[in-house]
């Protein structure tokens, strides 16, 4: 069994710093592509940030030049580096893999983690 497990939530001050860590943990042979979405109350779930197999990365508008998104492949593990974080960014974040190969001809597809919370206080 494969799972995404977040970590590095909690609550900020307006102009502050956050880091979130997504493990993959489980049989896995490789991923191909990572995100981080959001979703505050209210609204749908949104796109943050994605970054695939090499390297290439995307970002949302609203966090352009403010986050950033890397991955650790030996580690199997994402990270969003976040930055002059402002109230607009409280929501509670998900890390998603595309694809997760777990065996020679085995994948599994759109695996999503339980999220963690962000709040930035004004």
């Known amino acids: 069994q494969v799972q995404l497990v977040e970590s590095g939530g909690g609550l900020v ?21 990572m995100g981080w979405y959001r979703q505050a109350p209210g609204k749908e779930r949104e796109l943050v940030a994605g970054i695939s197999t090499g390297g290439n990365t995307n970002y949302a508008n609203a966090v352009k030049g403010r986050f950033t ?31 997760i190969r777990i065996g020679p001809l085995r994948f599994v597809y759109d695996v999503w983690g339980q999220g963690t919370q962000v709040t930035v206080s004004s």
């Open 13 to 33: 001050q307006y102009g502050g710093s956050l880091r979130l860590s997504c493990a993959a943990s489980g049989s896995i042979f490789d991923i191909s592509g």
């Open 69 to 99: 998104i890397s991955m650790d492949n030996a580690k199997n593990t994402v990270y969003l580096h976040m930055n002059s974080l402002n109230p607009e960014d409280t929501a509670v974040y998900y890390c998603n893999a595309d694809r």
